[in-house]
Antibody, heavy 122, light 107 residues
Framework: EVQLVESGGDLVQPGGSLRLSCAAS????????MHWVRQAPGKGLVWVSR????????TYADSVKGRFTISRDNAKNTLYLQMNSLRVEDAAVYYC???????????????WGQGTLVTVSS | DIQMTQSPSSLSASVGDRVTITCRAS??????LNWYQQKPGKAPDLLIY???SLQSGVPSRFSGSGSGTDFTLTISSLQPEDFATYYC?????????FGQGTRLDIK
């Protein structure tokens, strides 16, 4: 069974840093691209970042570019999101999600973690 | 960025009703469109990918259609467990973008 378990969410002051982790099990982690998606309280889903299977290519939403860093340790089956210079507007539940690609690059998120809550407040 | 607009934003319906949710893209996205269901306090679940392909394990009362800029998610006969929020998502162009969501409530 595919499992993704996020951790690391916490209350942090504006300008602070936090590192989120996503522990993967039940599948060959090193062969999948992975993403972070966030959801502010009572709001919709917003894509944050993605990393390829080797960890050599990353992409970010403009809102977090230069402040967040996605990475992975395939030996530990773990995905990370380092978040620096946190802003009030970064407060959200952060989900990690597994990307599956079929056919002519139809890509979708077939598995999600349960989410970890990041609160940014003074 | 490609903007995804869902309508309606909220909807009230009864068990057994046929329900249709619409998603419109700000530019053509071919069939690079996915649908997710999210229940309160839970992570989203994939329902439909590539506009019309049913994800394994998803009941056949769910169906998707469309291409280009206009897409629909249809639930043929609402069940109690279907009351949730539904999101469309495009992966035609980076960045990936989601619709704002459609909340489906019990009438």
């Amino acid at each position: 069974e595919v499992q993704l378990v996020e951790s690391g969410g916490d209350l942090v002051q504006p300008g602070g840093s936090l590192r989120l982790s996503c522990a993967a099990s039940g599948f060959t982690f090193r062969t999948y691209w992975m993403h972070w998606v966030r959801q502010a309280p009572g709001k919709g889903l917003v894509w944050v970042s993605r990393i390829n299977s080797e960890g050599s290519s990353t992409t970010y939403a403009d809102s977090v570019k230069g402040r967040f860093t996605i990475s992975r340790d395939n030996a530990k089956n773990t995905l990370y999101l380092q978040m620096n210079s946190l802003r009030v507007e970064d407060a959200a539940v952060y989900y990690c999600a597994r990307e599956v690609a079929v056919g002519e690059s139809w890509e979708f998120f077939d598995s999600w973690g349960q989410g970890t809550l990041v609160t940014v407040s003074s | 960025d490609i903007q995804m607009t869902q309508s309606p934003s909220s909807l009230s319906a009864s068990v057994g009703d046929r329900v249709t949710i619409t998603c419109r893209a700000s530019q053509s996205i071919s069939t690079y469109l996915n649908w997710y269901q999210q229940k309160p306090g839970k992570a989203p679940d994939l329902l439909i990918y590539a506009a019309s392909s049913l994800q394994s394990g998803v009941p056949s009362r769910f169906s998707g259609s469309g291409s280009g800029t206009d897409f629909t998610l249809t639930i043929s006969s609402l069940q109690p467990e279907d009351f949730a929020t539904y999101y469309c998502q495009q992966n035609y162009n980076a960045p990936i973008t989601f619709g704002q969501g459609t909340r489906l409530d019990i009438k």
